[in-house]
């Protein structure tokens, strides 16, 4: 499997969706791998739910192979919910330096200088 988008179900009970681009006897390395999550609803339906597997900024990660114990192609349901929520928290991540460039600056422009020694 060469840098394809696969479904994996792990030892620990985790659903990923993630590419693959490296698979030998005893490892397989996959790149921004989404932790897929049943939610149920109120109504008796469930939502997919696509989240970070790990919160790291790192993409790409090595598993023991043993750690897999099953894989396949998702449906294109699941590959267009993989793309999407990618996007989304490639989009998040952006606004979130925005945000935190803009507090930067805000508290910059609001600071004042405080004298160290303070004696009343």
């Not at 989009?91 to 508290?107: R, S, T």
Request: with cysteine.
């Amino acid at each position: 499997m060469t840098n394809q988008t696969a479904i994996m179900k792990l030892i620990n009970g985790d659903t990923i969706v993630c590419k693959v681009s490296l698979t030998t006897e005893r490892l397989v390395t996959i790149h921004n791998p989404l932790l897929l999550t049943f939610r149920p609803k109120t109504d008796g339906a469930a939502s997919l739910i696509a989240t970070k597997w790990m919160e790291s900024d790192q993409t790409e990660f090595s598993l023991k192979s043993w750690h897999v114990v099953s894989y396949a192609r998702p449906s294109e349901y699941i590959c267009n919910l993989y793309d999407e929520s990618l996007n989304d928290l490639d989009d998040y991540e952006d606004n979130q330096n925005n945000y935190d460039e803009w507090e930067d600056e805000l508290i910059s422009s609001h600071s004042v200088y405080v004298e160290d020694d303070v004696t009343h």
